[in-house]
Every structure is written in C-alpha cells, then in structure tokens.
C-alpha cells in the first residue's frame, strides 16, 4: 500500500484503485496507463513536478491527452520562469519514483496546481504512487486533499 492510498483511506474519501502491468514507460507513463486502462485520455492526470526560477518545486496536473504549459505554470504560482524538475529532485521531495509520483501523499508539502479541465469530469485518474498503479477520485476530492489550485495549465 502506497502513501497515497494509506492518506485516501485515513480520510475516507471515496476511490478506486487500478493496477496493470507498467512497461518501460516509452510510450509516457500516462499514454501506457490511457491503453492499459481502456481510459479517456481527458481523464487521467499526469502529475508532473516543476522547479521555479526561485528555487521552490511545485506539481503541476494535466491530463494526458495535452502537455504543461510553464509559463502558465510559473504565472500561477507568482514566478516568472518555470522548467521541468530533475528526475533525481522530484523524487527526494516526493518519495516516489519518476513514473509513479503521486500528487497525494508526498513526502513534502509542495503547492500543487491542477488543469481546470479537471473540474468538468466527474472522476479523473491519477497515479497511486507507483509504476502501473492509478487512482480514480472525485477531482474535488483531490482539489480539497492537496489544496490544488485550478488553473487554465495544458495545452494541446
């Protein structure tokens, strides 16, 4: 059982826990998670971490089906530059390994920012926690646990 499942069922919210068999991640973590799920691309969220150009690390969510736009990204979180963290950083803030960060049950509290899209569905999937395992929640309920910020963040 992974952090961020231990956190959902401490808090009682509601969700749902999938599992497949992850490949090399290739193809992306979350395009492997779209095929192996039979899921739309629009409703699972790639939890991806951003370094600011005042040092802080943030995690930006978008779904799948566009990319982060970080100049939006660094608009929303107050700097003026953004570029994608180091593999090897975004781990040690998190606890979890490239291709399975959760944005739920991270080791440090970092400002999370989410794709307003996200609001529109009435469950989105992101990952568990690890390689080839993904969650399905209310997207208030993940707005609500990490303080998530909606934001206009993807683009196609």
């Known amino acids: 059982m992974t952090p961020a499942i231990r956190l959902l069922e401490s808090r009682g919210i509601v969700h749902e826990v999938t599992s497949y068999t992850a490949d090399d991640g290739s193809s992306g973590y979350g395009q492997a998670a779209v095929a192996a799920l039979s899921l739309p691309a629009e409703s699972v969220f790639k939890t991806l971490m951003a370094k600011l150009d005042d040092g802080r690390l943030v995690v930006a969510l978008v779904p799948v ?56 569905l009435p469950r989105i999937h992101v990952s568990g926690g690890r390689r080839g395992l993904e969650l399905s929640l209310a997207p208030a309920d993940l707005v609500s646990l990490t303080g998530a910020r909606p934001t206009a963040l993807a683009k196609e």
């Open 65 to 120: 089906s566009g990319s982060l736009d970080l100049k939006v990204l660094a608009k929303a979180a107050g700097a003026r530059k953004a570029h994608m963290a180091a593999a090897p950083e975004a781990e040690r803030a998190t606890g979890y390994a490239v291709g399975g960060i959760s944005p739920i049950g991270q080791k440090k509290r970092l400002s999370v920012y989410i794709d307003q899209s996200a609001l529109d």
